[in-house]
């Protein structure tokens, strides 16, 4: 197996970038023109290759790649080039950036330059600036081998630091890097163009509607401050938060601000109005996301951009102005730009999504037996937690009860409170009294007392990294802990980290704690400041980092035989022949109820779905 490195220069200027454009729009637009490529095979001298369309096609074909390992850093651009402009579709795609994500945090910039320093391997250099609107044409003879030099060094710190960083780095890792940017890489998804045309008129009809329905100006609703008083015109006082980035408490009216949407349920239809009428007014992501899938579809095949390593726990994220991972999903209107994505003729989409993945992780984790077993034996533990709470026969549980047990298991696990739960209903549109949900959390607890253990071990184990001591919890030592003390500008540094199944670590940089009232509060370093760490948050970052290791097993399977198109939370999107669709469903299924061997004791089971375009696979 080859490993070749590779570097493309194309052409940019002021407003043609990637700063200002998408990754597929600027491939894909009428002025993209590549300058060169830097081609390092395995550990030879790099090659600095500038020519037409044509001469580098032939070039870059000349190679065997069905027989070789792609290196870039940044992947999901120059891989998208080769596969999508030069017909050229590697063995294995590996990337840096995505390598780097997962072994340093997404915290810490992940640029070749800010690498380089890092590892002390050189310098990337400057010569990238002096290109800035000139076509190949433009360059003189000179010119360009002093940009091919700047293209050959990037190459070579590429090369070196996969070296470096992928040495031990985990092979299914590696595979699993390379499944997340074929959805890219490699498109197979279809748009229905006729339907995002009309799911846009609609969209914007409806935005109009309701300013015309609510009877205030557009510029009332969308001003914070004047839309506080139309709020305390109908008695309503305006919700508030903390600033995350001043500190200082300022008006909650994002659509991520859960008082805020739970106004959509308030007794008042005025207040309804109001609040959806400003969600409509100030939320033009539906908008602008369907006019960027209107402009995808008329380049071609939908590229699914999705960030490996996205989040702290490994999670995957939406990448490229277009987050897959939260595309609507309720209502008619809410599911068409999931209808809207097609699997090409002759094929089906598989949806398959992980049943109560971080619920049974969590009962598996405290060893909470009676729920494990409840759940290995597929019963509705949602039933079972509202008989509990209400003290009804199971057979007497009303659709409402079930609806609040289901909430208390998904969403108490991590030591929510009182008050948070109650306004979680609340933002569901069931309205409890406080006392009435302390007493739910309280059973709740006294129910499943193995996970408030959990809670408290995790906290213990904050304790023991910042001393920087080592150790393990939960079955068979699952969750190995460590951490290294030393000192950084003179200061004290505790950097920790929880080793994950996957063999990567999930990490709490400078980690620090000072004495509060209940005892020791912890926190961490992140771009954004420090963020709070205690037991309950340990153990959702803990469940969904595991999760997360089952979920890359489980694609890893899948895509041994059927192609991934995406993914999104805890489930796989495959496509798949449609003349042996039972048979891979039933394969896809098989897969995404297999429990990994350093798991024994977690039962895992899916459900799945399937249709010719995604929306229909719900």
């Not at 008989?387 to 108490?412: H, M, N, S, W």
């Not at 003390?485 to 996957?502: D, E, T, V, Y």
Request: net charge neutral.
């Amino acid at each position: 197996m080859n490993l070749i490195t590779i570097d493309f220069e194309t052409y940019y200027d002021k407003d043609f970038s990637l700063r200002k454009m998408t990754t597929e729009s600027y491939i894909r637009d009428p002025r993209f023109e590549v300058i060169g490529v830097g081609v390092k095979v395995n550990n030879g001298a790099t090659e600095w290759a500038s020519g037409t369309h044509e001469e580098l096609k032939d070039y870059l074909q000349s190679f065997d790649w069905s027989k070789t390992i792609l290196l870039c850093h940044n992947t999901m651009f120059d891989g998208a080039i080769l596969s999508w402009l030069f017909d050229v579709h590697p063995y294995l795609l590996a990337d840096t950036l995505c390598i780097a994500r997962a072994l340093h945090g997404v915290e810490v910039g992940g640029s070749l330059a800010a690498l380089a320093i890092r590892y002390g391997i050189g310098a990337k250099g400057t010569e990238v600036q002096d290109a800035l609107g000139k076509r190949r044409e433009d360059f003189t003879e000179e010119d360009l081998g002093t940009y091919g030099d700047y293209c050959i060094n990037d190459v070579e710190l590429t090369y070196k630091l996969f070296n470096i960083m992928g040495k031990d780095f985990p092979k299914q890792e590696l595979r699993l890097i390379d499944c997340t940017l074929r959805m890219f890489v490699d498109p197979v998804l279809e748009l229905d163009l006729p339907l995002l045309k009309q799911h846009l008129k609609d969209t914007k009809q409806e935005k109009e509607d309701l300013i015309t329905s609510s009877g205030v100006t557009k510029k009332e609703l969308m001003s914070n401050p004047q839309f506080a008083e139309l709020l305390r015109a109908v008695g309503v006082t305006p919700p508030t938060k903390t600033s995350l980035t001043t500190g200082k408490e300022t008006l909650a009216f994002a659509k991520t601000d859960e008082q805020f949407q739970a106004l959509l349920e308030h007794e008042d239809p005025r207040v309804q109005l109001l609040v959806s009428s400003r969600l409509g007014v100030k939320g033009s992501l539906e908008e602008s996301r369907t006019q960027r899938f209107i402009s995808i579809a008329k380049r071609g095949l939908m590229p699914v951009p999705i960030r490996y390593y996205a989040a702290h726990t490994g999670r995957w994220g939406g990448d490229d102005k277009i987050n897959i991972q939260n595309l609507p999903s309720r209502g008619v209107n809410g599911k068409k730009l999931k209808s809207s994505m097609l699997a090409p003729k002759g094929y089906t989409l598989v949806d398959c999504d992980s049943s109560q993945i971080e619920a049974r992780v969590l009962a598996w984790l405290a060893e909470q037996e009676e729920l494990v077993s409840a759940f290995a034996a597929k019963k509705d533990v949602y039933i079972t937690m509202a008989a509990t709470i209400y003290g009804v026969p199971e057979d007497k549980v009303a659709k409402d009860q079930r609806f609040v047990g289901k909430t208390t298991i998904l969403g108490c696990g991590y030591g929510m409170g009182a008050g948070r739960f109650a306004d979680q209903l609340q933002s569901f549109g069931t309205v409890i009294s406080l006392p009435e949900s302390r007493r739910i959390i309280n059973i709740y607890r006294d129910t499943n007392w193995k996970i408030g253990t959990l809670w408290r071990n995790l906290q213990n184990m904050l304790v023991n990294m910042s001393r920087g001591e080592s150790g393990s919890l939960g079955p068979n030592g699952i969750i190995k802990y460590g951490a290294k003390r030393g000192r950084h500008l003179g200061k004290p540094i505790c950097n920790a980290w929880i080793r994950l199944p996957s063999g990567l670590n999930m990490r709490y940089d400078d980690l620090k704690y000072e004495q509060g009232e209940r005892g020791l509060e912890f926190s961490y370093k992140t771009r954004n400041g420090y963020n709070r760490i205690y037991g309950g948050k340990v153990t959702e970052n803990v469940c969904q980092a595991v999760a997360r290791c089952i979920i890359g097993e489980q694609m890893l399977a899948i895509a041994k035989k059927y192609k991934v198109a995406l993914t999104v939370h805890d489930s796989v999107v495959c496509c798949v022949p449609t003349d042996e669709l039972a048979e891979a469903t039933a394969f896809i299924e098989r897969c995404m109820s297999t429990t990994p061997l350093w798991a024994e004791g977690l039962p895992i089971t899916c459900e799945s779905g399937n249709g010719k375009s995604y929306g229909e696979c719900e």
